[in-house]
């Protein structure tokens, strides 16, 4: 058990809905991630937050947001959503000081039909 | 976009065999990680090894890292059924904490 938790375990839903995908990382990490892993993308980063803060973007659609909480818990949102966006959805999180080993959640199962 | 490529793909073993994976990077790194994923499940870290660093151990575990070929390679020695999973390399690279991802190696040990 990593310490990160992820709710929902799985979603299904239709194409053109939005879902909000839930994040709490491990106790005491500052800075949370999320990634998308799908077969034809492999394993991509999407987006990091650090303290409440935007810290780095990769490759996040604009149908895609994220936020982090002053309780430090993070949401995904997902909107617009297509059949493409089918993945598994991790949240990972990381100390505040390096070497910023990851820790992943058991993440959430996104099925748009 | 997939920083590393790993080879091979897929690897089939029998229990108590060794089972070495490569990882091949483009850019220079900050450190290397390398994880596991049970089948559809959380990934789970395995090891880090800083760009410093040449090769280090954990358990069963030996890692190395070669910076001038950008390629690092993960030992699993005396394998056991319990390890059958898909395993990744990820890169830290400078500007950022984000990890970049391999493709991946599927490990099958069979009893």
């Known amino acids: 058990d990593s310490g990160v938790t992820q709710t929902p375990k799985h979603l299904i839903t239709a194409t053109g809905q939005r879902v909000t995908l839930r994040c709490s990382p491990r106790?005491?990490?500052?800075?949370v991630y999320w990634y998308q892993q799908s077969l034809d993308q492999g394993l991509q980063f999407l987006i990091q937050?650090?303290?409440?803060?935007?810290?780095a973007k990769g490759n996040i659609l604009e149908r895609f947001s994220a936020q982090q909480f002053p309780d430090l818990h993070s949401e995904l949102n997902l909107s617009s959503l297509e059949l493409g966006d089918s993945a598994l959805y991790f949240c990972?999180?990381?100390?505040?000081?390096?070497?910023?080993?990851?820790?992943f959640g058991p993440g959430t199962r996104l099925t748009v039909t | 976009s997939q920083q590393g490529e790993e080879d091979p793909q897929a690897l089939s073993i029998q229990e108590g065999e060794n089972a070495t994976m490569n990882c091949s990077y483009k850019?220079?790194?900050?450190?290397l990680q390398w994880y596991r994923q049970n089948s559809g499940r959380g990934l789970v870290h395995l090891i880090l090894?800083?760009?410093?660093?040449r090769e280090k151990h954990s358990g069963r575990l030996r890692v190395t890292l070669d910076t001038s070929k950008k390629s690092s390679s993960l030992l699993i020695t005396a394998s056991r059924a319990a390890d059958t999973a898909s395993y990744f390399c990820?890169?830290?690279?400078?500007?950022?904490?984000?990890?970049?991802f391999g493709t991946g190696t599927q490990l099958k040990v069979e009893l």
């Open positions: 990972a999180s990381s100390s505040t000081t390096g070497p910023y080993e990851q820790y």
């Open positions: 106790s005491g990490d500052l800075s």
């Open positions: 937050y650090y303290n409440g803060e935007e810290r």
């Open positions: 850019t220079s790194i900050n450190n």
């Open positions: 090894i800083r760009s410093n660093e």
């Open positions: 990820a890169t830290l690279t400078g500007g950022g904490n984000k990890l970049t």
